[in-house]
């Protein structure tokens, strides 16, 4: 049998070089579109993406923005370095979850501004928004704080400054609030309602409701009477369970 003829050093070097492409092909899923394993991954990465945006919504409502990637990925049921490949860091992952939310909370300030009347407007916003963020702690963070949010979340934050400007200024000038209400003050409100729901939520989690109510009489010009409170005040034994839950947590 006639012995087989070495190939020319330049089909080695090819065949090498394909050899190396269709490794790395398999290991970053950019293969052959026509091979029929392509789909599935697709799906897969798609799959666990929705995972991790719906494990993080999760941990980030409950825990806030000092969750890590490592508490997302073991509430997703999927290694931290998925969750790495879907997102670099937890910036982009913020902005991905919180992109939608911040543009709800910008689109309500904008139907807010733009009701007949000033006082109804300004209220409905502290209300709907103080709502929003009493059952989403990384939401409260994304609005009033600055620590995390870049790009797309950093600009619709920014836009929610002159539209809660607006709102105090049109109720000012209607004289429906009273007249040293700056729009500075909007922002240090609702982050004193939301610090009462996030420490009343296990005990009573309607109760900043009340406080609201309390908020919202307080800015109110002169006036002969008050608006009921429709949410009960907490009891002895509640509020004994607020302050002990109050403080520090432990390390």
């Not at 070097?13 to 490794?23: H, L, S």
């Not at 029929?36 to 941990?59: H, Q, Y």
């Not at 928004?129 to 963070?141: E, F, K, N, V």
Request: charged share 30%; glycine share 8%.
């Amino acid at each position: 049998m006639p012995s087989a003829v070495p190939q020319p050093a330049e089909q080695l070097e090819q065949a090498a070089k394909q050899a190396n492409k269709a490794d790395q092909a398999s290991r970053t899923g950019q293969t052959d579109p026509s091979r029929a394993t392509v789909r599935p991954l697709r799906r897969d990465a798609e799959l666990n993406r929705r995972k991790i945006l719906e494990a993080a919504g999760e941990v980030f409502a409950t825990h806030g923005l000092d969750a890590t990637l490592d508490d997302v990925a073991r509430h997703a049921g999927v290694g931290v370095g998925t969750v790495y490949r879907r997102f670099p860091d937890k910036e982009a992952l913020v902005e991905a979850l919180f992109e939608e939310r911040l543009a709800t909370l910008v689109a309500l300030a904008e139907d807010c501004l733009n009701a007949p009347d000033p006082w109804d407007g300004l209220a409905r916003l502290l209300e709907e928004a103080c709502s929003m963020q009493a059952t989403d702690r990384g939401l409260r963070d994304v609005v009033l704080g600055t620590a995390y949010g870049r790009d797309r979340v950093a600009r619709l934050r920014g836009a929610l400054a002159p539209l809660a400007r607006g709102l105090v200024e049109r109720a000012t000038a209607a004289g429906r609030v009273r007249a040293d209400l700056n729009h500075t003050d909007i922002p240090t409100l609702m982050l004193a309602i939301i610090s009462v729901a996030d420490y009343t939520k296990g005990v009573s989690p309607d109760v900043w409701r009340r406080t609201l109510g309390i908020v919202l009489d307080g800015l109110r010009p002169a006036r002969d009477t008050t608006a009921p409170l429709t949410v009960d005040p907490l009891g002895e034994d509640q509020l004994d369970d607020v302050m002990r839950a109050y403080g520090p947590s432990p390390r």
